[in-house]
């Protein structure tokens, strides 16, 4: 499931789904080559991509610890 919630400006991917899974590793992979610039920052990433193919356990991850911080106004 992808749902957009436009009241808290959020887009949610529901990693249950094959087609969150996906999306989802579409999104790390965007990250991991246009945004995360620290050898650091990309292995957290790449860890997270792992995590959500399943071969790794899932685990809390917040990007915005790894990643420039931006926000949308």
């Keep these: 499931m992808i749902k957009l919630d436009a009241d808290k400006k959020q ?11 996906n999306l989802a590793d ?9 945004v995360a610039t620290e050898s ?13 193919k399943g071969d790794e356990p899932m685990a809390n991850v917040d990007l915005m610890e790894y990643t420039k911080k931006e926000t949308l106004c």
Excluded: H, P, S, W
């Design 26 to 34: 579409m999104v790390v992979e965007a990250i991991f080559l246009y």
């Design 40 to 52: 650091q920052d990309k292995a957290v990433v790449a860890q997270l991509g792992r995590m959500i």
């Design 11 to 21: 887009l949610v991917i529901d990693l249950q789904y094959q087609a969150g899974r």
